[in-house]
């Protein structure tokens, strides 16, 4: 019997194990949850819901998908995670940690890349930019987005100010009939007037520049947050891969 009894013991599913992912997933899916309510009310909003057609209307990045994506993928993952652990569903389980693991990798990938193909990044992110000077007032979540970025960074444009002539409304033709011609946002402009000079009122650096500026200096913020997020999605895919092999060994005893 003494056997019987060890041998059952050392095949017990883990409660520490299973209710420490239960809650690590239910954090994770009550975000993923907030991100998508955010993502859904704005374009409620900007009646995106009502007419889809809008959707293509949009020049530029729409904040918003950042929102909906996000939190769409950890809904789901939050979801398969929670409820794998609480049945102890060994499939939900193995999704959660294999679509953990592959956005691990794919971090991972786009993290190396990055450092490989900088230049190319730079380029793509100076078209970026300008793809979003020129849709700047056809959205007000663009709009939005674009004016903290450049209040942030002190910056201008993607290069600087002349930036703003691809806009139509900014644009610095004669034909153009805008009552902004020849202007900037207003979060281009300095805003403390101690700063303020006859030849200095708005910010006459690019945004790229600055960007890349505030990455240097904060590079090891920047870093660290990025190996919490990692050592967090790693922590996750042991505690389910834990979980698995608990329910496979006591499964196993039957």
């Given at each position: 019997?003494?056997?019987?009894?060890?041998?059952?013991?050392?095949?017990?599913?883990?409660?520490?194990?299973?209710?420490?992912?239960?809650?690590?997933?239910?954090?994770?899916?009550?975000?993923?949850?907030?991100?998508?309510?955010?993502g859904l009310w704005?374009?409620?909003?900007?009646?995106?819901?009502?007419?889809?057609?809008?959707?293509?209307?949009?020049?530029?990045?729409?904040?918003?998908?950042?929102?909906?994506?996000?939190?769409?993928?950890?809904?789901?993952?939050?979801?398969?995670?929670?409820?794998?652990?609480?049945?102890?569903?060994?499939?939900?389980?193995?999704?959660?940690?294999?679509?953990?693991?592959?956005?691990?990798?794919?971090?991972?990938?786009?993290?190396?890349?990055?450092?490989?193909?900088?230049?190319?990044?730079?380029?793509?992110?100076?078209?970026?930019?300008?793809?979003?000077?020129?849709?700047?007032?056809?959205?007000?979540?663009?709009?939005?987005?674009?004016?903290?970025?450049?209040?942030?960074?002190?910056?201008?444009?993607?290069?600087?100010?002349?930036?703003?002539?691809?806009?139509?409304?900014?644009?610095?033709?004669?034909?153009?009939?805008?009552?902004?011609?020849?202007?900037?946002?207003?979060?281009?402009?300095?805003?403390?007037?101690?700063?303020?000079?006859?030849?200095?009122?708005?910010?006459?650096?690019?945004?790229?520049?600055?960007?890349?500026?505030?990455?240097?200096?904060?590079?090891?913020?920047v870093a660290g947050?990025?190996?919490?997020?990692?050592?967090?999605?790693?922590?996750?895919?042991?505690?389910?891969?834990?979980?698995?092999?608990?329910?496979?060994?006591?499964?196993?005893n039957w």
């Open positions: 019997m003494s056997r019987k009894h060890h041998h059952f013991k050392g095949a017990e599913v883990s409660c520490c194990v299973k209710y420490f992912l239960f809650a690590f997933n239910i954090l994770f899916w009550l975000l993923g949850a907030s991100f998508l309510a955010i704005a374009w409620a909003e900007k009646g995106v819901l009502s007419n889809l057609s809008s959707i293509t209307d949009l020049g530029g990045f729409d904040p918003v998908w950042l929102f909906m994506v996000v939190g769409a993928v950890m809904f789901v993952l939050g979801f398969a995670g929670c409820i794998g652990a609480l049945r102890e569903n060994t499939f939900l389980l193995k999704f959660f940690s294999v679509f953990l693991g592959l956005i691990f990798f794919l971090e991972l990938t786009a993290g190396i890349l990055a450092f490989v193909f900088k230049d190319w990044i730079k380029d793509q992110l100076n078209l970026f930019i300008n793809n979003n000077v020129k849709a700047y007032r056809d959205d007000i979540d663009l709009q939005n987005l674009i004016d903290f970025a450049q209040e942030y960074w002190s910056c201008c444009g993607a290069h600087g100010p002349n930036d703003w002539n691809l806009n139509i409304y900014f644009n610095c033709t004669e034909l153009n009939p805008s009552r902004e011609r020849c202007g900037v946002p207003f979060s281009c402009c300095l805003k403390d007037p101690a700063e303020l000079d006859q030849q200095k009122y708005i910010y006459t650096k690019g945004c790229v520049g600055q960007f890349e500026k505030w990455l240097q200096d904060n590079l090891i913020v947050m990025f190996v919490g997020v990692a050592l967090l999605q790693i922590f996750g895919i042991c505690l389910a891969q834990n979980l698995v092999s608990d329910v496979k060994a006591v499964k196993a």
